[in-house]
């Protein structure tokens, strides 16, 4: 497959990568890049853009704006920024960070390896499942009903809110932690 470096996707482009390898791209406010296959590394997604992923690889994405993850897809490595989202309906998602102001918020599927930090947050709808989430100081993980969190570990000053329905399995809670239950 060819490789492209560095492009731009502006206010109303679109640029749609079917396999080789795409490298520091940035998507601008009203900008889409989506990607069916081939491997997509280093992009950043300010806020107003948009990363759809179907399949293929995405490695190491800084987004501010939004990140949409589907079945097929494999995403690792993301740094949610300031008002930027992770969507996940499907797919393998791994090792994704948090920071202050952004959401990692789960629709469907399972996601491993997220580190909550302050400020930020992690949301697992009902039929989802969060794996090994770390939930820093001022960080928070909800569990909504038939959400699963599983091997959560709860830092000083970080909260898990387990809602009416959710599950939450494993978890470890230290000292100066909180785990609600409702």
């Known amino acids: 497959g060819g ?13 749609e990568v079917y ?20 491997i997509v590394s280093g992009a950043s997604v ?25 079945e097929g897809a494999t995403v690792r490595g993301s740094v949610l920024k300031s008002g930027g989202s992770q969507r ?24 491993s390896g997220t580190t909550i930090s302050s400020g930020g947050s992690q949301v697992i709808g009902g039929g989802a499942c969060a794996v090994s989430t770390t939930i820093l100081g001022g960080g928070l993980q909800e569990v909504q009903s038939a959400g699963i969190a ?6 000083s000053g970080g909260t898990q809110h387990v809602l009416s329905g ?12 909180i785990q609600n239950v409702e």
């Open 46 to 70: 300010d806020s107003g853009g948009r990363q759809d992923v179907f399949g293929g690889s995405v490695i190491d994405t800084t987004v501010s704006g939004d990140q949409v993850v589907n």
């Open 166 to 177: 959710g599950t939450a399995v494993g978890n470890v809670v230290n000292s100066g932690a």
């Open 19 to 38: 396999g080789g390898t795409v490298i520091s791209a940035i998507v601008s406010s009203g900008g889409n890049q989506g990607i069916s296959g081939g």
């Open 88 to 111: 996940v309906y499907g797919g393998v998602v791994t090792g994704t960070i948090v920071s202050r102001g952004a959401v990692q918020d789960l629709i469907s599927g399972s996601v």
């Open 3 to 15: 490789q492209v470096e560095g492009t731009q996707i502006r206010n109303g482009a679109d640029q």
């Open 150 to 155: 599983s091997a959560t570990t709860i830092n």
